[in-house]
């Protein structure tokens, strides 16, 4: 990264009014990332509230099923509240008690960056606000009872598509109404810097755990390492520790109806450049997928970058393959898996085909009991 980009990709497209916050972000950032006494406590909220480190999963009869060698999974849906998205909670929301910011908003779209950060919140001691697209509301409503539970006050987005590119729309809004006493604890590797840097950091737990289980468990590295991609936070969690590792084949698999960099171009969303889905006048196009997670027509724009060089290669996958990997996971290995990491899921078995590639790691990003609701009307489907 450089000067907030990662290759031609990042930035800070932003009123003015936030750029006097996001400099102090990260400074504060950096400052904190640099302290022992920091690190520590990050440290320590991991291991005895978020529940780290996760476990690697070795799904043996997926593996005989598919006519695969071995097939690991990284468990990120024990962490507390379903999700590797506490990761990241736990860290800015320390960071935001640092700079003495008691009111935390934040956007979600499945619901489980919401869930692990008014549950955050709530052992910390903050007052949290999370803005919904009124559509995941409805499809994902219980989360929505956890995060209320936790003491959150959720607010239903009614404007566009009412998904989760809105929610980011008013959590941004009212972040530059309330920059003084309020973080915008934003979920994933988008918005203007340093939100993709810090995020990515805070989420980097997840590569580091993953890359000494692996070498642990079979003495050399995986062939290939697989993560769903909506913003595209746990996906560059477990990739950042392989990056380097040429021998090692990293897949990016997005929804087919939100495929932001499979199928979109350069452009500005949410106060950064990326790959975003927009028409030919620049307009953001609207998305579809059955995961709530994925259903954002942009990507963070390290995401970008290494789609460029070619580092990572990105996929995409329908909703009836993930459907059908929903279900046989559950069936076959008795784990429920969250919609946008059945995508991973469902796109595992096929890199068999490839020269050399023998045993697969996949980011299981979270459980999928906030979507019973969506996979039973589906049913049929």
């Not at 006097?20 to 990260?26: K, N, V």
């Not at 109404?177 to 994933?188: E, I, P, Q, R």
């Not at 595992?348 to 019973?372: E, F, H, Q, T, Y």
Request: glycine share 10%; charged share 25%.
């Amino acid at each position: 990264m450089n000067n907030g980009y990662f290759g031609a990709y990042g930035g800070r497209f932003v009123p003015e009014t936030l750029m006097e916050a996001l400099l102090d972000l990260e400074r504060a950032f950096h400052a904190a990332w640099a302290s022992p006494k920091f690190r520590d406590e990050l440290h320590a909220h991991l291991s005895r509230f978020a529940g780290r480190p996760t476990p690697l999963y070795r799904a043996r009869r997926l593996e005989a099923a598919h006519g695969l060698r071995r097939l690991y999974l990284k468990r990120e849906d024990l962490c507390h509240t379903g999700a590797h998205k506490i990761n990241n909670s736990v860290g800015q929301a320390l960071l935001a008690r640092a700079m003495r910011k008691r009111r935390i908003v934040c956007e979600t779209g499945a619901g489980q960056h919401g869930v692990a950060t008014a549950s955050v919140c709530a052992m910390m001691g903050l007052e949290c606000v999370v803005y919904m697209g009124r559509r995941d509301v409805e499809r994902q409503r219980p989360n929505v009872e956890r995060m209320r539970h936790f003491g959150a006050r959720v607010i239903p987005v009614a404007s566009g598509s009412q998904t989760l590119k809105d929610a980011i729309n008013e959590a941004l809004r009212d972040w530059v109404t309330n920059v003084k006493d309020t973080h915008y604890l934003l979920g994933s590797v988008v918005g203007p810097h340093p939100y993709p840097l810090m995020v990515r950091r805070f989420h980097s737990v997840i590569g580091e755990e993953a890359r000494r289980q692996i070498l642990r468990e079979e003495g050399r590295l995986p062939d290939a390492v697989v993560a769903c991609v909506g913003g595209g936070s746990n996906a560059i969690g477990i990739f950042s520790a392989f990056l380097n590792d040429r021998s090692v084949r990293l897949i990016g698999v997005e929804a087919e109806g939100a495929a932001s960099v499979s199928c979109g171009s350069p452009g500005v969303l949410h106060g950064c450049r990326s790959y975003v889905l927009q028409d030919h006048d620049g307009q953001i196009r609207e998305t579809n997928s059955i995961a709530p997670g994925l259903d954002y027509p942009g990507v963070g724009p390290e995401h970008s970058s290494l789609r460029d060089s070619g580092r990572v290669r990105y996929v995409s996958i329908g909703d009836r393959q993930a459907l059908a990997a929903f279900r046989e996971l559950s069936r076959m290995e008795g784990i429920l898996p969250a919609l946008e990491s059945s995508h991973a899921l469902a796109y595992a078995p096929k890199l068999k085909r490839l020269r050399g590639v023998r045993d697969i790691l996949v980011n299981l990003s979270g459980r999928g009991d906030k979507d019973l609701g969506i996979v039973s009307g589906a049913k049929h489907a």
